[in-house]
C-alpha cells in the first residue's frame, strides 16, 4: 500500500508532457506503388499523369495497361482497387493504370470539355456553354496516342496490344470517338455513362459511319471490345436509355465479330457510376485474347 502511494505521489509530481511536443506534424499521404509527373502536349498544354503500377518483375510480353481519363478524380479510386486486387488471387492487380489529368486539386477541371468534345454545332448549346473552350478533342486525341502512349512504353514493360482506355460522362463520350474513329487505337474501350445526348447527339453520326464500315469489313468490328456501363438512376435523364439502345444496334454486329457488353448498374447513379464500375472495367482490361 505504501509503495502504491509512493508511485501515486511521484505520477502526480511528475511534469505533464505535452501533446504538441509528442505529436508529429500532418503529412501528405503517399499512396503505394503509384508516382505522377507533369507532361505538356506539342501544343503546350500541361497534363498531370498519374501512374500505379505492379512491385517486381514484368511478365513476358509486358503489362496490360489501363489509361483512365478524368484522372484527378478517377485515379485513386483504381489505383487502390489494383493494388487490394492482390488478395484476390485473380491477377487483376497485374496491370498499370494511367490516370490523365490535369494539374491541380480541381476533382474536374474545366479544361476537359474542350480535351473530350468536338467543336460543338447546336445553337443552344454554343450558348450555353460559350465561357468554356470546347471542340479541342483532335488535339487530346493525339496527345494520348502520339505522345503519352509512347513516353510510357519507355518507361514500363508495358504489352502492345494489351492497352484499354476508361472515360466517364463527357471522357465516356471521347471513349465512343475513339472506337468508331480509331479503331484499334486501344484493344478495349469502357464507355462509362457516355453522354451521348451532347450536342443533339452528334456522335450518331460517327457510330452510323462505323456500323456500315463494319458490316462491311468484319475485321473492323474485332478490332475493339466495348463496354458499356450505365447507372439505374441515370434513367432520370437520357443517360442509361441511350446507353442501352446504343448496346441493342450494337448487339447483331457479333455475328461479325464484335465483343460488346451493357451493364446496367442498380442503384447507381451519375457521380457514383465511376466507383461502382472499376472491377468491372478491371475484368475488361484483363480479358485476353
Do not use: C
Amino acid at each position: 500500500m505504501r509503495f502504491l502511494a509512493a508511485s501515486l505521489a511521484l505520477l502526480l509530481a511528475a511534469p505533464l508532457p505535452t501533446l504538441a511536443a509528442e505529436s508529429p506534424a500532418p503529412a501528405p499521404y503517399a499512396m503505394p506503388e503509384t508516382e505522377t509527373w507533369d507532361m505538356t502536349s506539342a501544343r503546350g498544354r500541361t497534363y498531370r499523369i498519374f501512374v500505379s503500377r505492379p512491385a517486381g518483375e514484368a511478365p513476358e510480353g509486358g503489362y496490360p495497361i489501363l489509361y483512365v481519363l478524368d484522372g484527378n478524380a478517377m485515379f485513386a479510386g483504381f489505383a487502390e482497387a489494383r493494388r487490394i486486387q492482390g488478395f484476390g488471387g485473380r491477377d487483376l492487380d497485374k496491370m498499370i493504370v494511367v490516370g490523365v489529368g490535369h494539374p491541380g486539386d480541381q476533382v474536374y477541371d474545366p479544361r476537359r470539355m474542350e480535351d473530350f468534345t468536338g467543336p460543338l454545332v447546336t445553337p443552344a448549346l454554343k450558348r450555353l456553354y460559350a465561357k468554356y473552350p470546347s471542340g479541342g478533342r483532335d488535339a487530346f486525341r493525339a496527345f494520348l496516342l502520339d505522345e503519352l502512349k509512347p513516353a510510357v512504353a519507355k518507361r514500363y514493360k508495358v504489352h502492345p496490344q494489351r492497352q484499354a482506355l476508361y472515360g466517364h460522362s463527357l471522357g465516356g463520350l471521347f471513349a465512343l470517338h475513339l472506337f468508331y474513329s480509331y479503331p484499334g487505337a486501344f484493344d478495349t474501350i469502357v464507355a462509362a455513362s457516355p453522354s451521348i445526348w451532347w450536342d443533339d447527339q452528334a456522335i450518331l453520326s460517327e457510330e452510323a459511319a462505323w456500323r456500315t464500315r463494319a458490316e462491311q469489313d468484319g475485321k473492323l468490328a474485332r478490332r475493339t471490345r466495348l463496354l458499356l456501363i450505365a447507372g439505374e438512376f441515370e434513367s432520370d435523364g437520357s443517360i442509361a436509355q441511350d446507353s442501352a439502345a446504343l448496346a441493342a444496334r450494337l448487339a447483331p454486329l457479333s455475328a461479325t465479330g464484335l465483343r460488346s457488353e451493357f451493364l446496367l448498374l442498380d442503384g447507381e447513379s451519375h457521380v457514383t457510376v465511376p466507383h461502382r464500375s472499376i472491377t468491372a472495367t478491371m475484368r475488361a482490361v484483363m480479358r485476353w485474347p
